[in-house]
């Protein structure tokens, strides 16, 4: 291993300019008017690959934005490592949050800050510059495929057609994913689960225009009051969830596993600091650890209505609308939860308005099994590079796409995680420690070689 | 009245041009942005004041925006109308729900379709074409003030220190105003009361940023989710408003003035069929007009926070905004109220959040007498040129500025709206008919004969 470190060192200012152009294409999924935008991070990816060495570089297309594949076969006799990653971004706004452009990255105290730098393009970069490392070494001991997405943040809609009509070129021995996080650089920890989503957007509709709240207010249903009552009565006092059968199926815990997960390093006080809160929230009887990995939730992502510009408009707004989407445990079906909701929520609408519930998109949960060849490879790797065994975790996320590989080509997923918690993923001024970038480059290759190793 | 009508008649072209020059000023007082158009439509009034034949026209400044003051003073020994009206009017969004642009005034069918049409330009701009027919046919019986000011739509937090600067100037027998409605054209009416308002801003913040909904999802409070909780918990299930103190002091109607309140025309499913809603709403044992006219309420006029944006955004928001305002009866008063409401809002407010509240304005509610010289004037004037007597109402709208007069120059206001509830006021399309500005000209003119020959 001794030469892929020194041929990393020896690259280290180029893999991080090659991140910052990545950085640079606002690939924004959710939002129509990145669409050339998206499509050239296809392209600029795909290149890449086939400059560290890939073999049948392409951008296929699909109904949505296309799936870059790429692949190195060196020999049928070896095991086959299949790496997922995406090149599409969250939307950045708020932007007047941002402390720099999102896109344009920036360096502070050893952290690039840009949008995507840790979700997921400084993660899966890292696979691709590994794949390079061990090429020019001539270190590469198992077949390798790439297949990054442009969909995963708006629920990877066409990525299932595309398992499902290439599940020959698909087939491997592992899906290797590096889109999660870690504890801490000096408390290394590996995810073993994942949440599933179901999203909804939901749209109350009250008179047939924007009312004068003098002449008619208290008198009319006011939509935003009704959603907000709506909203409201989803969860009760316990901070459960309200949805009829909502929990059907969800798996609780045995008190081992409680214990375990417990275990894991987390200071309550330092958790209320970074986020300046002064207490958290959450389902009665749960920690914060057993609430963000292993229960299910309802949050708001967004809701607006009526006047929000400056000063006072005195209406009664015609409509109110909101974002809402549930993150699942294992036991509970996306497709099942999405109609629950809506049903749910279509029954608690009072007669004096109308309601609209549109499902956008959902995932299932998944939990990777920890006595896999390959799970042990990612833990010995990890406590090779780090010094330091990982922790296992379960995170509180979501990889539609997880659960699929499983279900269409029978793959499990090792999720390889090097983010931390406090990247701000999703939100203003995302970042991505240089430090976990390299780290990352070096820890690949020896997942590659022990996964090689414990094969045999 | 013969020489007046005729006036009128030959001049109703160019009265409509004059409106129209009017409604073309952008003067949306809430947003800064129109500024300079505010300002030009202040002159405007001015130059049509002084063409029309008024005295010390003057664009009077303020600390915000300036307020137009005329006089026509012909004899000291008559009575003395002092005209109030606003130039201001409400932001025209959401602009994609106008059928013609809001600021290029259309006529279809009949109705002048432009935002103020009728809230107040064209209502305010009736007593200058009024004042201008009296004065070229030598008829104006009574001295006339004029006072049009420029913050109506923003609480007229200046024309208090105006008015309280300006007592000898502005002494009066009656104030007269145009910015009310009637129940319609065939069923003519006249306000006996206005709502009082306070209007409120809400903040609520939970973490410092952003959040991923599946890292902190269930463990962190949802500020959106809770703002929901918060707004819920203002109403109970007969929809009475529950913060402490709201109802103290509020008078209830006598069984006589229900029954003449709701002996006026008023079809409940002509109602809903106009607003295209199954059912009304509102606080448990009242009627609608009861709601409107006579009983406070509590609604949310904007609401905010999180992704709004097109697509799917997984994002738990830092923070989530409201606009809440409550219309007041006699007996409240907007002050108290604004600090009950501030009190109680931040009481509930859990300690996962922080709880910012600011009050943006208000103005105390309003019951003019029935039996003064003034009030029987309007009656008169009113059922000459309707043929028909007015139905006493009570309307649900606020015009603070009308109890500030009473406290300051104790004079009494006639509130003689020539409006329809259903122009839209504040809403897109709002609308006048043209029928009613004429209307209005023929009957003004009508109260000033009346209240000159009653004050005698």
Not at 55 to 60: F, G, I, S, T
């Amino acid at each position: 291993m001794q030469e892929i470190k020194e041929y990393i060192e020896q690259h280290k200012p180029r893999f991080l300019e090659e991140l910052f152009a990545l950085l640079r294409f606002p690939s924004v999924s959710a939002d129509p008017k990145y669409k050339g935008d998206v499509l050239k991070t296809a392209e600029f990816v795909a290149s890449k690959l086939a400059e560290a060495g890939a073999d049948l570089v392409e951008v296929c297309p699909t109904a949505g934005y296309p799936i870059v594949y790429g692949e190195k076969l060196i020999d049928s006799s070896l095991p086959t490592v299949l790496v997922y990653g995406h090149y599409d971004v969250q939307p950045p706004d708020p932007l007047e949050l941002w402390d720099t452009p999102p896109f344009e990255p920036t360096v502070r105290d050893g952290k690039i800050f840009a949008r995507g730098a840790c979700d997921d393009k400084g993660q899966f970069y890292m696979h691709i510059k590994a794949f390079e490392t061990m090429m020019s070494t001539q270190q590469l001991p198992c077949n390798i495929k790439f297949m990054i997405e442009g969909e995963e943040e708006v629920g990877s809609d066409n990525l299932g057609q595309f398992v499902k009509d290439n599940k020959a070129r698909l087939q491997a021995d592992v899906v290797l994913i590096s889109d999660t996080s870690m504890i801490s650089m000096e408390n290394p920890s590996l995810e073993t689960g994942l949440r599933g989503l179901a999203y909804m957007e939901v749209e109350v509709v009250g008179p047939n225009r924007d009312l004068h709240s003098g002449v008619y207010g208290g008198a009319v249903a006011n939509p935003a009051t009704i959603l907000c009552q709506m909203i409201a009565s989803l969860h009760d006092e316990n901070n459960h969830v309200t949805i009829p059968g909502f929990y059907d199926g969800v798996i609780e815990l045995s008190d081992a596993e409680k214990q375990a997960l417990n275990a894991a390093p987390f200071d309550l006080d330092e958790y209320k600091k970074d986020l300046a809160v002064d207490d958290v929230w959450g389902e009665k009887g749960y920690s914060t650890l057993e609430r963000t990995g292993t229960r299910p939730t309802l949050e708001v992502n967004g809701i607006w209505g009526g006047y929000t510009g400056p000063g006072a408009k005195t209406v009664l707004p015609s409509k109110a609308e909101a974002k809402i989407s549930m993150r699942l445990v294992p036991g509970q079906d996306w497709q099942r939860i999405s109609d629950l909701f809506k049903n749910h929520f279509e029954s608690i609408a009072p007669k004096s308005v109308k309601v609209k519930v549109t499902a956008h998109h959902g995932g299932m949960p998944y939990v990777t099994p920890v006595d896999s060849v390959a799970f042990k490879a990612a833990f010995k790797a990890i406590e090779e590079s780090f010094g330091k065994a990982p922790v296992p975790t379960r995170g509180g996320g979501s990889i539609p796409i997880v659960a699929l590989f499983e279900q269409e080509l029978n793959i499990k997923t090792v999720l390889m995680g090097f983010g931390l918690d406090s990247d701000n993923l999703h939100s203003p001024n995302e970042k991505y420690d240089i430090y976990n970038y390299y780290k990352g480059i070096e820890t690949i290759p020896l997942f590659f070689k022990h996964f090689a190793d414990l094969s045999k």
